[in-house]
C-alpha cells in the first residue's frame, strides 16, 4: 500500500530533550516535505527536500533541524524543544514540486502529536 | 492580512442542503489552488484541484477567480460523510518549492 507514515504518533516530551520524528514514503517521491498545524495558523511548512541531499527552509524553520539522506525518508529533528514547539506536524510526500504545483496531490502522512512540557 | 484566508465556521447545515465555501488569497501571482478535507486532526487528503475553467467532481464544485483573488468550493446535496474540516491551499509564484499556503480551515457539520 502506498502511503506516508510517521513515528512517534504521539509524544508528550520536557524541555531540552533531544527528539527525532521520523517520515518514510514507499512511493519513490522525490519531494518530501513538514508541516506542522496549530489552531487559528492552519498549516505552516517547516522544511521541505527535493530530493537527496537537497534541502530547504519552510516558513517556520527556527528550532528544527532535518536530513534527507535516503529518498524514502525525511526525519524532523528537534534539538533542544521547547513548550511553544508543542503541535500537531504532518509529514508529505509527493513525486516533485512541479508536480505539486501542476496541481497534482501532496500526501501527508497521519501525524504526530507532540507536547513538550 | 494572512496569504490565504478562509471563514473557520463553522457551518451547520442540515443533510441535503447546498453549502459553499469561499477563500481568499494576497498573491495575485498564486498558480495553483487546492481544496483538501480533514477529518478530526487526522492527515489533511486533497479533494480537488482547481482549475482556472472551473472543474466538478459529483457532487463537488470548485471555481477559480482570479481577478477578485478568490476559490471556492460548493457541495451540493450535503451528506452526514461530509463533515470534516475543509482546507484551501494555494502555491504563490515561480513554484516556491512546492509549499503549499493553507487557509485555517472552514469547518463542517452536516445533521440528520
Known amino acids: 500500500e502506498a502511503q506516508v507514515t510517521q513515528n512517534p504518533r504521539y509524544l508528550i516530551t520536557v524541555t531540552g530533550k533531544k527528539l527525532t520524528v521520523t517520515c518514510s514514503q514507499n512511493?519513490?517521491?522525490?519531494?518530501m516535505s513538514w508541516y506542522r498545524q496549530d489552531p487559528g495558523l492552519g498549516l505552516r511548512q517547516i522544511y521541505y527536500s527535493m530530493n537527496v541531499e537537497v534541502t530547504d527552509k519552510g516558513d517556520v524553520p527556527e528550532g528544527y533541524k532535518v536530513s534527507r539522506k535516503e529518498k524514502r525518508n525525511f526525519p524532523l529533528i528537534l534539538e533542544s524543544p521547547s513548550p511553544n514547539q508543542t503541535s500537531l506536524y504532518f509529514c508529505a510526500s509527493s513525486l516533485s514540486s512541479w508536480e505539486i504545483a501542476g496541481g497534482n496531490e501532496q500526501f501527508f502522512g497521519p501525524g504526530t502529536r507532540l507536547t513538550v512540557l | 492580512r494572512k496569504e490565504v484566508e478562509q471563514d473557520p465556521g463553522p457551518f451547520n447545515v442540515p443533510e441535503g442542503a447546498t453549502v459553499a465555501f469561499n477563500c481568499t488569497y494576497s498573491n495575485s501571482a498564486s498558480q495553483s489552488f487546492f481544496w483538501y478535507r480533514q477529518d478530526c486532526r487526522k492527515e489533511p487528503k486533497l479533494l480537488m484541484s482547481v482549475y482556472s475553467s472551473g472543474n466538478e467532481d459529483g457532487r463537488f464544485t470548485a471555481q477559480l477567480n482570479r481577478a477578485s483573488q478568490y476559490i471556492s468550493l460548493l457541495i451540493r446535496d450535503s451528506k452526514l460523510s461530509d463533515s470534516a474540516t475543509y482546507l484551501c491551499a494555494v502555491i504563490g509564484a515561480y513554484n516556491q518549492g512546492g509549499k503549499l499556503i493553507f487557509g485555517q480551515g472552514t469547518e463542517l457539520s452536516v445533521k440528520p
Open positions: 512511493m519513490n517521491h522525490e519531494y
